[in-house]
């Protein structure tokens, strides 16, 4: 009974070895998945902040310093972010979201014709930056999470390989030969049990 058990504990732990193995074949391919799209978000980013610094710096030079800080008080806003929770193999990674975050002229809290050009261009182009960094952000922290969870796994694989099912494979091999002993003891206790029975016999 005793073998019979650590044999069946052997096989729940390759069983389970085995299932992690899958486990972080899935996540590993999502990392991958995730990882090109976070380098194309970044290098989307980038562009999209240069050409937004292009823009501040034109319109600080056309509108003044004193006149854009005026307009960007007055279009300040809370943006309302959503923090939602996707599970991959059992794995919570959180997601941000928002609004679409680009407004129309008469949406910036003072008249349109109060914004010349070119600081209208420098609210837009700061508005696609700041919902091109928040998509960016979402993928990141997925990305780390995912990033935890492959290397848990790989922790817990190995302890099953290197020392749960090692161990297991030792106690079944011990017990075994115990096994082993015993039945070589009893073949010799029955013969030697007959022996005596035949010497016992009458007529001998």
Do not use: C, Y
């Amino acid at each position: 009974m005793g073998l019979l058990e650590v044999r069946g504990r052997a096989e729940v732990a390759s069983k389970g070895a085995r299932l992690l193995r899958a486990k972080r074949e899935v996540l590993a391919g999502e990392l991958w998945r995730l990882m090109r799209d976070v380098l194309a978000g970044r290098a989307r980013l980038d562009e999209v902040l240069r050409e937004a610094v292009k823009a501040l710096g034109l319109s600080r030079a056309l509108d003044g310093e004193e006149a854009l800080a005026s307009l960007a008080l007055a279009a300040g806003r809370e943006v309302p972010l959503q923090v939602s929770v996707r599970r991959v193999w059992g794995v919570p990674t959180p997601s941000v979201s928002a609004p679409p975050l680009v407004r129309a002229a008469d949406e910036r809290g003072s008249a349109p014709t109060s914004w010349g050009l070119a600081g209208a261009e420098a609210a837009r182009r700061h508005e696609e930056a700041l919902e091109v960094l928040l998509k960016i952000a979402s993928r990141e922290l997925h990305l780390a999470r995912l990033g935890e969870e492959i290397q848990a796994t790989s922790r817990r694989i190995n302890a099953l390989e290197q020392l749960v099912l090692p161990a297991l494979a030792s106690e079944a091999g011990r017990i075994d030969a115990a096994l082993e002993e015993r039945d070589r003891e009893d073949v010799v206790r029955l013969k030697r049990f007959r022996a005596r029975g035949a010497r016992s016999r009458p007529g001998r």
